[in-house]
């Protein structure tokens, strides 16, 4: 008669793979793992896109306190902050154009920040206080104590 005999195909089960179906769920345990970590690192990227300023004005704040940690005098004039170095130097900080800049000995002119709607500088007795707002709506606020007081 026939010879009937069975041949193996790729979609049968045999005995022999023991540990197989765990092997298959820990990688794809890893595998969503990994797919879920990646979506959380877009969805940071997608909301810090929205607040580009922020990092921005945070090295504002850096600059202007290492600006006063070295100045040996701090002064306001006509919405312009000045610093006087121990090297002599007259470090300007002003706004124009909707950009905040830093200006040394009225040479050149570095862009700190930008889209900035406003910008104030307000002399105190005893500290300055430096309001900032962006265009998108934030606001921020920097204060620098006196020197000498």
Not at 94 to 122: A, L, P
Request: net charge negative.
């Amino acid at each position: 008669m026939l010879n009937n005999k069975k041949q193996p195909h790729a979609y049968m089960v045999s005995k022999n793979e023991k540990g197989y179906l765990i092997f298959e769920v820990m990688f794809s345990t890893i595998c969503l793992s990994m797919m879920l970590i990646w979506l959380g690192q877009i969805l940071i990227l997608w909301h810090q896109n929205e607040n580009d300023s922020l990092p921005q004005v945070y090295h504002f704040h850096h600059l202007i306190e290492l600006e006063a940690e070295t100045a040996e005098s701090i002064s306001v004039q006509h919405n312009q902050l000045y610093f006087i170095q121990t090297t002599g130097e007259r470090v300007t900080i002003s706004y124009h154009n909707y950009k905040i800049r830093r200006q040394v000995d009225s040479k050149g002119q570095e862009e700190i920040v930008r889209d900035i709607s406003d910008f104030e500088i307000i002399d105190r007795k005893f500290d300055i206080v430096i309001r900032i707002k962006t265009q998108s709506g934030e606001a921020f606020e920097k204060y620098l104590f006196k020197k000498g007081l």
